[in-house]
Nanobody
Framework: QVQLVESGGRLVQAGDSLKLSCAASGRTFSSYSMGWFRQAPGKDREFVASILWSGSSTYYADSVKGRFTISRDNAKNTVYLQMNSLKPEDTAVYYC??????????????WGQGTQVSVSS
C-alpha cells in the first residue's frame, strides 16, 4: 500500500516556474515507477510525465516536453515535477500516481488527491 500527498500547487503568472512535490508513504517507494497526470476543468485526465523506479528513464507528454522535468529522491520517498515556462493551458489539478511507467492511467495502482495549479495570462 502506498499513500501519496501532492503539494506545491498555487496561482502563478504565465512564464513562471513552479515545482510540485509528491510525498509517498511506505518502505517500498523505491520499487515503484511514478507518474504525474493533470485534469483541467471539463477535460479528461491526461498524462504529463513518468519516471522509472530507478530514476534512469523518463517519459513526457509532447505538450510539456522541454518545459517540465520529473525527478525522484528515493531516500526521501518523494517525486518532483519541475515546471518551467508555464502557460495558461497548464492550468489543472495535478495528480501523482504510483505503480506504472508510461502514459496509461489504468496501469497506476495508487493516486494522490491532487494539487491545483493555476496559470494566469
Amino acid at each position: 500500500q502506498v499513500q501519496l500527498v501532492e503539494s506545491g500547487g498555487r496561482l502563478v503568472q504565465a512564464g513562471d516556474s513552479l515545482k510540485l512535490s509528491c510525498a509517498a508513504s511506505g518502505r517500498t517507494f523505491s520499487s515503484y515507477s511514478m507518474g504525474w497526470f493533470r485534469q483541467a476543468p471539463g477535460k479528461d485526465r491526461e498524462f504529463v510525465a513518468s519516471i522509472l523506479w530507478s530514476g534512469s528513464s523518463t517519459y513526457y507528454a509532447d505538450s510539456v516536453k522541454g518545459r517540465f522535468t520529473i525527478s525522484r529522491d528515493n531516500a526521501k520517498n518523494t517525486v518532483y515535477l519541475q515546471m518551467n515556462s508555464l502557460k495558461p493551458e497548464d492550468t489543472a489539478v495535478y495528480y501523482c500516481a504510483a505503480g506504472n511507467y508510461g502514459p496509461y492511467a489504468n496501469g497506476y495502482a495508487y493516486w494522490g488527491q491532487g494539487t491545483q495549479v493555476s496559470v494566469s495570462s
